[in-house]
């Protein structure tokens, strides 16, 4: 049982994992803050465009309630697909967000890759030793 919890610790604490872990939460906050938009930003214009339709109110409506004064007897059985098409768009702007930010992330490290390197110039002293070198062995 030691050796498991030493070889989890091991592979909880490598890097890697740590990286995915907190990339996992900060994924989960942006997509909160992602559906915020949509949902409080995007689609009320959207809605107000077509006509003043909420869309997570859009429903088909199998069986009514069965109510009997306040009380409800039976629930609404429906098809919420008005909730499926803004989950939808969420998905889309988040999908469509992260893809753009890995291109910009790509370009970014393409140029990285593509900038010249130039050769550090040693310093003087070197340099001076260099040329040394090089007569004591033009003179042999």
Known sequence: MKN???EFKQFA??????DMAVGIIIGGAF???VSSAVSDLIMPPIGLLIGGVNFTDLKIVLKQAVM?????????????YGNF????FD???????????VKGINALN???????????????D???LTEIRDLLKDKK
């Open 68 to 80: 009997e004064g306040e009380n409800i007897i039976s629930p609404a059985v429906s098809i919420n």
């Open 110 to 124: 393409k140029k990285k890759e593509e900038a010249p390197t130039t050769p550090a110039t040693p310093p003087a």
């Open 126 to 128: 070197i340099q001076l």
């Open 91 to 101: 998905f889309i702007i988040i999908a469509f967000s992260i893809f753009m930010l």
């Open 85 to 88: 098409l803004q989950v939808t």
């Open 13 to 18: 604490m490598r890097g890697n994992v740590i």
């Open 4 to 6: 498991i919890l030493q």
């Open 31 to 33: 997509g909160k803050i």
